[in-house]
Every structure is written in C-alpha cells, then in structure tokens.
C-alpha cells in the first residue's frame, strides 16, 4: 500500500513562499521549453515559490544534477522536461544514494513529447502541475531497476514508469534519431507503424519470478509500472505505481497486418489485454534473455541490450502527486 506523508507546514502549504531546486531541460518538447522556461519562472514566482534552477545541457546532465541535489541536501527536486529527463534525474538520486531510497520529493512539471509518467500520476495540464506543487500530496511509489551488462562491465539503470524490450525499444531508436515536431501521440503512432513494417520477431526467454513464461519468438515484452507508455498508449491500464509489482505484458511473434490492423489501435484504449497472442501477469523480477543482442528501453531512455533482469523497488521514491491520484 502506498505511504501518504503528512504535509510539512514548512514546506508543502500553497500559499507559502518555498524554495524550489528546479532542472530543466531546454530541448524538451522539441526546443520548445528553452524559449518557455522564462514565462514558466515568471508564472512560478508569481505564485509564490522562488526558483534555483539548472539548466541541462547534453545527454547525461540529467543524472550529474540529481547527484548534486543529494549532495546539496535539496529537500525537493522539480523536473522541467519530458519522461528521458525525470529518467535521468532520477537515476542521479538514487546513485548518489548509493541505491538507496533517494531522501528527497521529486515534482514534475511536464514539458516532454510523451508525458507518459504525468499522465500516469494524473496530471492533466501545465496549470494542473503548478496547482499540484502548491497542493499536491506527497507519495511514496514504487521504482524499478534493470541490471545489465556492456563491454564496461556490469552497469544498472532505474527508471520510474515502464520500459520494454523488442518492438517498443526499436520505435523508442527511431524516434531518438528524429524529430517529434508532430507531437507525442501522432509521432509515437507513425513511428511504431514503421518499425512495424521493418522490425522481425526476434528469439527469446522471459521468466518472471522465477518461472519461465515465454521462450519462443518474440514481437515485444513491457515492463509496467505506470499505466501509460509510448506516447499516450494505455499499455498497462490496471498498473498501478504503489502496488509492488510490475505489468508485465508479453507480445508474441505475429504478422504485422494483426499488429497495425487490432492491436496498434486496441492498445492506446486500453483493449488489448484479452488478445490471445498477448500474455498479461504481474511479477516483481523479470529476467529477459536472447541468442542475440535486443535492444531495450525505459522511460523512452536506451542503455543499453539484453540480458537484462528488472527489479522492482518498493515505495523507493517520493513523488508529489495531485490530489486523489
């Protein structure tokens, strides 16, 4: 069950001034947030919070900055961008914390393409993230973590709301490589129409909580934890973020007119779960394994390749949510 924390007077009153350690990314949203983020300050002022903010300026920033929040004994964290940069922040806490429950509340004002992890907490507008820093409720929800290995050697990465392997990781490739300018929905929908044209069912074993569940060819797996993946696609609409388990969803090798004709268009409502070539269980470690190298993905980030095991991390992670969510 999820742990509500009390409000701290000091720090979580509406119509008191608080301190604000704020990253942004300003190439979120495709450039957009750089020429925002002044207005966003202003609007941020004018409700009362004073901002210390940093600005990330290449990959891998994200993670440098959550570092030194922790170092600097930051009380919360605000994240200006999309899912890659809550990713990467928050893998800058929970390494400086040496793995450990970062001891600081993260807040997100979305600012991204795909806002999977906002619309997964319930927030439904820019206005909406502002009211919830003022008023939301601070919770303690569930993280994830894959293991994995690279010619560095054994390497880790945590993510907060879904990630998968197969078909999902090579259309997360192609859209890395280009241009989301026609929005998180219309670009995630194009994109996954053409790697399904390309993309073949790829050889491997899945076993969740040490049970073997697919080994065979497969067309993709999903490892849940929010409800919400790609772009706004309901993958895991019974997730829930304090459960302790993730969704795990497991897609089969079938041809692509069932992929683009049922089952593309099924899984942005949610209606793909009954599909007989789907496989739908919860698990709390999954170990994902191939003959050859498949790409993998979380929070629209790329590590890295199989193998990989995903573990869950209960209630490691506090997170300001709108109320009633």
Known sequence: MAETLPANPDTDR???????????????????????????????????????????????????????????????????????????????????????????????????????????????????????????????????????????????????????????????????????????????????????FSYSGQPATIIADGELVHDGLLAMTCFANGRYHAGGMLMAPNASLTDGAFDLLILDDVPKYTLLGSLLPSVYVGRHLNHPNVTHRLAREIRISSPGTLLFEVDGEQPGTTDICVTLLPLALRIRMPVGQ
Do not use: C
């Not at 604000?20 to 202003?42: E, F, K, Q």
């Not at 998968?164 to 129409?193: I, M």
């Open 14 to 196: 509406g119509d008191t001034a608080r301190q604000l350690h704020v990253i942004v990314n300003p190439m979120s949203g495709n450039g957009r947030t750089r020429d925002a983020w002044p207005t966003i300050d202003r609007r941020l002022q004018r409700l009362g919070f004073q901002t210390d903010f940093r600005m990330t300026q290449s990959a891998g920033d994200g993670i440098r900055l959550g570092w030194e929040a922790i170092e600097a004994g930051v009380d919360e964290v605000v994240v200006v961008g999309g899912d890659g940069t809550l990713n990467e922040v928050v893998n800058g806490l929970f390494l400086a914390s040496h793995g450990a429950p970062p001891d600081v509340t993260v807040s997100v004002i979305p600012a991204g393409t795909g806002r999977d992890f906002s619309r997964s907490i319930g927030l439904r507008s820019f206005d909406h993230s502002l009211e919830t820093l003022g008023a939301g409720v601070i919770t303690q929800i569930d993280a994830g973590r894959v293991d994995y290995t690279t010619d560095d050697g054994s390497q880790a990465r945590y993510f907060v709301n879904a990630g998968d392997v197969g078909l999902g990781a090579e259309t997360a490739a192609l859209l890395n490589r280009s241009s989301k300018l026609l929005g998180g929905k219309l670009s995630y929908f194009l994109g996954a129409a053409r790697s399904i």
